[in-house]
């Protein structure tokens, strides 16, 4: 077990601590919500003038970007005469139309799209099962996310050198699920306590930011244990750091590459992106050095607790794996592959609840059923709960984080089977959120159908399948193949039983008069309006 006062003395006063962490709280000023408010801070400028500017930029870079020997016809271009860097200009506020245009016409061969930064070969489904056999070293889901991350300028390089951040969760998370998924109990008893407040009439709250803040106090308590994970100052990072990481990627992204080592410079997101790594790995530091003291004083063969996943990462490492100088960073990026991807599937699947209130009688009933009602029920009942596994599913065909999943990036030149040559270094995706709302594939697309996926299972032979964790060539929420998306059974679970907490104990409801908040895009990513708010209450029938 880590503990916070010996962590924090370790990195010296408290004082000092503050003090780099003022200096990014002052600069990213402190909250989530605000450091999202400074990426869009833009808007602050003269709106035509930043219109003029960004069309100049694109220009000169869509001369820039790499063009690929791709022979495949590009979507979504309004006449053969629209300016390339008009479309990639569309691309970023207009993806999803770009995209569904490219699905409809050539859903069975592929189509190019054109981002800002490069072009995506989108190809067909019907490709993934023979691109599944491939080995990493010639189709990398790593080099698609540093691409994406533009890693030169956001540290991100390093998840090249390593997979220690997925080997962690395959070898240790998932082998030991049920002990993890009690220890995150444990911990969101501690959120709901601390963040959700429990008023007698309705009330507004902030659900996605609390959502935020539960969903990191959990990841936390499994990712460095208690009491670290009750360290307000890493609680904050993991929540700054990956809006630090989007704005410095999608405001580097508007500037041609020859640009990119000056502008990255004078950056101010790249700056608190900076001054985010150096504190994470100041307090890494000290958890590691507090691990090995604890080691060293603990006697030969007293028997240790299950570790949290840095200590694992301490004990299985090779190279410089365990140095602060990466393991620091590694963390911080699970806590980006996890915390936001998992309080924004909670949120949609909380607003979803409200903007479909007869879904929560059975919902409730179920839960009943098979809890007996207990708080401490066993985690592997979870699995149990049908009903709520098909009414996420619904929630997450609705609701996708990406529009393009999984993407990849070609690290030979590739022939298919069908003669379709993928020329190295080509960023490959698939069309995941297309996929989803195809009539062809899910009757009635447009319905919000939340049993949808429970009537399939109780088909004979189908009860297994349908899950909201399975992975097939048309379900790619969590992308596919060997490179899947390793904590979606931890993300999946957590999210039932907050779900479960929030079912169970209060009536929630849309802000008077609101519809259910429309999510946005910025390029190919997904984003629930972060004004949005919903009304709750305890309950008052039990
Ligand atoms: C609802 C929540 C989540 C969603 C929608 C999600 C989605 C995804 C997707 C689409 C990928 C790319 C897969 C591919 O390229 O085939 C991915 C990768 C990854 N996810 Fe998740 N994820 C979620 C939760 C989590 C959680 C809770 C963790 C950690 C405990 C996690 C850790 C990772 C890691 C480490 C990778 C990179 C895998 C690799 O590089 O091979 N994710 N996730």
Same mark, same amino acid.
């Given at each position: 077990?880590?503990?916070?006062?010996?962590?924090?003395?370790?990195?010296?006063?408290?004082?000092?601590?503050?003090?780099?962490?003022d200096?990014?709280r002052?600069?990213?000023?402190?909250s989530?919500?605000e450091?999202f408010?400074?990426?869009?801070a833009?808007?602050a400028? #003269?709106?035509?003038?930043l219109?003029?500017?960004?069309?100049?930029? /694109?220009?000169?870079?869509?001369?820039?970007?790499?063009?690929?020997?791709?022979?495949?016809?590009?979507?979504?271009?309004?006449?053969?005469?629209?300016?390339?860097?008009?479309?990639?200009l569309?691309?970023?506020?207009?993806?999803?139309?770009?995209?569904?245009?490219?699905?409809?016409?050539?859903?069975?061969?592929?189509?190019?799209v054109k981002?800002?930064?490069?072009?995506?070969?989108?190809?067909?489904?019907?490709?993934l099962?023979?691109?599944?056999?491939?080995?990493?070293?010639?189709?990398?889901?790593a080099?698609?996310?540093?691409?994406?991350m533009l890693?030169?300028?956001t540290?991100?390089?390093?998840?090249l050198?390593?997979?220690q951040?997925?080997? /962690?969760?395959?070898?240790?998370l998932i082998?030991?699920?049920?002990?993890?998924?009690s220890?995150a109990?444990?911990?969101?008893?501690?959120?709901?306590?601390?963040?959700?407040?429990?008023?007698h009439?309705?009330?507004?709250?902030?659900?996605?930011?609390?959502?935020?803040?539960?969903?990191?106090?959990?990841?936390s308590?499994?990712?460095?244990?208690?009491?670290?994970c009750?360290?307000?100052?890493?609680?904050?990072?993991?929540? #700054?750091?990956?809006?630090?990481l989007?704005?410095?990627?999608?405001?580097?992204?508007l500037?041609?590459p020859?640009?990119?080592p000056?502008?990255?410079?004078?950056?101010?997101?790249?700056?608190?992106?900076?001054?985010?790594?150096?504190?994470?790995?100041?307090l890494?530091?000290?958890?590691i050095?507090?691990?090995?003291k604890?080691?060293?004083?603990?006697?030969?063969?007293?028997v240790?607790?299950?570790?949290?996943l840095?200590?694992?990462?301490?004990?299985?490492?090779?190279?410089?794996?365990a140095d602060? #100088?990466?393991l620091g960073p590694?963390?911080?990026?699970?806590?980006?592959?996890?915390?936001?991807?998992?309080s924004?599937?909670a949120?949609?699947a909380?607003?979803?609840?409200?903007?479909?209130?007869?879904?929560?009688?059975?919902l409730r009933?179920?839960?009943?059923?098979v809890?007996?009602?207990?708080k401490?029920?066993?985690?592997?009942?979870?699995?149990?709960?049908?009903k709520?596994?098909?009414?996420?599913?619904?929630?997450?065909?609705?609701?996708?984080p990406?529009?393009?999943?999984p993407?990849?990036?070609?690290?030979?030149?590739l022939?298919?089977?069908?003669g379709?040559?993928?020329?190295?270094?080509t960023?490959?995706?698939?069309?995941?959120?297309?996929?989803?709302?195809d009539?062809?594939?899910?009757?009635?697309?447009?319905?919000?159908?939340?049993?949808?996926?429970?009537?399939?299972r109780l088909?004979?032979?189908?009860s297994?399948?349908?899950?909201?964790?399975?992975i097939?060539?048309?379900?790619?929420?969590f992308?596919?193949?060997?490179?899947?998306?390793?904590?979606?059974f931890?993300?999946?679970?957590?999210?039932?039983?907050?779900?479960?907490?929030f079912?169970?104990?209060?009536?929630?409801?849309?802000?008077?008069?609101? #519809?259910?908040?429309k999510?946005?895009?910025?390029d190919?990513?997904?984003?629930?309006?972060?004004?949005?708010?919903?009304?709750?209450?305890?309950?008052?029938?039990?």
């Amino acid at each position: 077990m880590l503990h916070l006062d010996p962590v924090l003395s370790v990195i010296g006063t408290n004082s000092t601590y503050e003090v780099v962490y003022d200096s990014v709280r002052l600069h990213s000023k402190h909250s989530v919500s605000e450091s999202f408010g400074t990426f869009v801070a833009f808007e602050a400028l #003269e709106r035509s003038h930043l219109i003029c500017f960004a069309l100049a930029l /694109v220009a000169v870079s869509s001369f820039i970007v790499p063009h690929y020997q791709i022979k495949a016809p590009t979507a979504g271009c309004w006449s053969l005469f629209e300016p390339t860097c008009l479309l990639r200009l569309r691309f970023i506020i207009n993806s999803r139309d770009i995209i569904s245009d490219g699905y409809q016409r050539f859903k069975n061969s592929a189509f190019v799209v054109k981002r800002l930064d490069s072009d995506l070969l989108v190809l067909s489904n019907k490709y993934l099962e023979e691109l599944r056999l491939l080995p990493i070293t010639k189709l990398s889901n790593a080099h698609a996310q540093v691409k994406n991350m533009l890693g030169k300028y956001t540290y991100s390089t390093f998840l090249l050198e390593s997979n220690q951040h997925v080997r /962690v969760l395959q070898n240790h998370l998932i082998p030991n699920l049920k002990t993890f998924l009690s220890r995150a109990d444990e911990e969101l008893d501690y959120s709901f306590e601390t963040d959700v407040p429990r008023p007698h009439d309705w009330t507004e709250v902030d659900i996605q930011k609390i959502l935020q803040i539960m969903v990191a106090r959990v990841s936390s308590a499994v990712f460095i244990g208690n009491p670290a994970c009750r360290n307000e100052y890493w609680l904050k990072l993991c929540l #700054e750091f990956p809006i630090n990481l989007f704005a410095t990627t999608f405001i580097m992204r508007l500037f041609p590459p020859f640009l990119h080592p000056v502008i990255s410079w004078i950056l101010p997101p790249r700056y608190w992106l900076r001054q985010n790594l150096k504190l994470g790995k100041q307090l890494v530091t000290s958890m590691i050095s507090d691990y090995r003291k604890q080691s060293a004083l603990k006697s030969e063969g007293e028997v240790k607790e299950k570790s949290n996943l840095l200590e694992w990462m301490i004990e299985n490492s090779s190279g410089n794996e365990a140095d602060p #100088e990466t393991l620091g960073p590694r963390l911080m990026f699970l806590s980006l592959a996890s915390i936001h991807s998992t309080s924004s599937a909670a949120s949609a699947a909380l607003f979803d609840l409200c903007a479909h209130p007869e879904y929560v009688e059975p919902l409730r009933q179920e839960i009943l059923e098979v809890t007996g009602g207990s708080k401490n029920y066993c985690k592997e009942d979870l699995s149990r709960l049908w009903k709520l596994d098909s009414f996420l599913k619904e929630s997450q065909r609705f609701n996708p984080p990406i529009l393009l999943s999984p993407q990849r990036v070609a690290l030979t030149d590739l022939t298919l089977s069908d003669g379709t040559i993928i020329p190295r270094n080509t960023s490959i995706a698939f069309p995941s959120a297309a996929l989803l709302m195809d009539p062809l594939l899910v009757p009635s697309p447009e319905t919000f159908d939340g049993f949808r996926s429970y009537r399939k299972r109780l088909q004979p032979g189908e009860s297994t399948k349908h899950l909201m964790v399975s992975i097939d060539k048309n379900h790619l929420y969590f992308g596919h193949g060997k490179q899947a998306c390793p904590g979606r059974f931890f993300a999946a679970n957590e999210i039932k039983m907050i779900m479960i907490r929030f079912l169970m104990e209060f009536d929630l409801r849309l802000c008077d008069g609101k #519809e259910r908040p429309k999510s946005f895009t910025v390029d190919e990513m997904c984003f629930a309006d972060p004004r949005a708010k919903m009304q709750i209450r305890k309950r008052r029938d039990i």
